[in-house]
């Protein structure tokens, strides 16, 4: 059954919602935690499943009024990001997470990846710059999170641009320009690990 | 790898290399497939565990059966498949529409014709021209009574209401008369007490 029918079914009420409700849940709870977590990294897990759970259950309650313009995810979107702006709000915190004193030495930072330029590019080397991709794209999302999210979204889960741009509240063409801008700014955050392992 | 994501993992390379390469280089396929990695890796840790999805939907359920959200509709509402809002909004609709007839019906028959067909005694009898009260015995009777020639159109009376049901010859006769017959045969009669003029 599509999204639209099942939430024809909860709006029906009975027995049949419960199992329309329940796939639902299942074909969309842990897909809307991980984006939000991605794109709000100040939420701790816990508070993005509650976010997340309650406002499932307003999208059962106001199911008869989902007529099927958008997808569901993006529909039930617009009701999360709206709870959590008010979380946030409520709790007088910004999207942002502070950057560890500790790394904010960026010489002794990257000196860790650095690899003696005579040697050539062994197993360990790539497991060096796997490692390096991941903190350095860690540091990023902390820096950048919306827009480490928006890149996940349309990279590894297919997203269009369509409906990102409706997560991200910008016009089409502006979600376009934004995700590129964006994964050039990543690569230049990435570029240190390239340097320093001689590729 | 499916062939989807073999396409997304080469948009992915050609979009980290930049707008304006035309192809990439083996660093650029390192690093997008590792910055790939990267971003699954994070998303893989960010991903609710079975155990919180689990409690979190036995917190929903719970929530959604306290609230009545598995009820089955009841009445009205099961039969029609109606919401509550619709069901009030339909009784209104209901509501409005009885009122409405009703005060027509009254205004109808106030403005109705009343035509003097008999007199008899010091009443006159009248019957209203959309009359739907059946009185054989008082049609009969009317029948036996003079005649007045000039019906004369009068307004106002009492109404009374009679038990009697309409016949086939009644209604023949009435409607000779140019009177409506209604379906469930009642005659109305307006009796005014005041005597002829």
């Known amino acids: 059954m599509t999204d639209l029918e099942l939430t024809r079914a909860i709006a029906q009420k009975g027995e049949p919602a419960y199992s329309a409700m329940s796939l639902l849940f299942e074909r969309h709870f842990r897909i809307l935690c991980r984006r939000y977590r991605y794109q709000f990294p100040v939420l701790s897990e816990d508070e993005v499943v509650d976010i997340v759970s309650n406002s499932m259950l307003v999208a059962f309650e106001k199911a008869h009024t989902f007529k099927g313009n958008s997808t569901f995810q993006t529909w ?3 009701i999360i990001r709206n709870a959590i ?13 502070s950057i560890d004193a500790s790394e904010t030495d960026e010489q002794a930072f990257e000196n860790k990846y650095i690899i003696d330029e005579k040697t050539p590019l062994t197993e360990y080397q790539l497991k060096l710059l796997g490692e390096c991709v991941s903190v350095h794209f860690a540091r990023f999302r902390e820096r950048n999170p919306e827009a480490s999210m928006a890149i996940f979204e349309h990279f590894i889960e297919n997203t ?5 741009s409706v997560l991200l509240n910008r016009s089409y063409g502006a979600t376009r320009q934004f995700v590129s801008k964006e994964a050039a700014k990543l690569r230049a955050f990435l570029e240190p690990c390239l340097v320093h392992l001689q590729l | 790898m499916s062939e989807n994501e073999d396409a997304t993992a080469t948009q992915w390379e050609t979009t980290l290399a930049g707008e304006n390469s035309s192809s990439t280089s083996l660093s650029d396929r390192l690093l997008a497939k590792m910055t790939r990695d990267a971003m699954l890796e994070i998303g893989e840790q960010l991903t609710p565990s079975d155990e919180m999805s689990k409690r979190a939907w036995m917190n929903i359920e719970e929530k959604a059966r306290s609230r009545g959200l598995f009820n089955e509709k009841q009445g009205l509402l099961r039969w029609f498949r109606l919401d509550k809002f619709q069901v009030r909004v339909a009784f ?13 019906i009254f205004q109808v028959r106030d403005q109705n014709d009343i035509v003097v067909l008999a007199m008899r005694g010091e009443s006159q009898i009248v019957i209203v021209s959309d009359a ?6 008082l049609v009969s009777e009317i029948r036996g009574l003079k005649l007045s020639p000039n019906i ?3 307004e106002g009376g009492t109404l009374v209401e009679t ?3 309409i016949n086939e010859d009644t209604e023949k006769w009435l409607k000779q008369k140019g009177f409506k017959v209604s379906k469930d045969g009642k005659l109305r009669l307006f009796l005014k007490s005041s005597a002829p003029q």
């Open chain 1, 76 to 78: 039930l979107g617009s």
């Open chain 1, 85 to 97: 702006l008010n979380h946030l709000d409520a709790t007088k915190r910004q999207n942002h997470l």
């Open chain 2, 163 to 165: 038990p009697w049901v």
């Open chain 2, 132 to 137: 739907n009260a059946e009185v054989p015995e």
């Open chain 1, 160 to 164: 269009d641009f369509k409906e990102l």
């Open chain 2, 92 to 104: 209104a609709m209901m509501a409005t529409f009885v009122l409405f007839v009703w005060f027509t």
């Open chain 2, 152 to 154: 004369e159109k009068l």
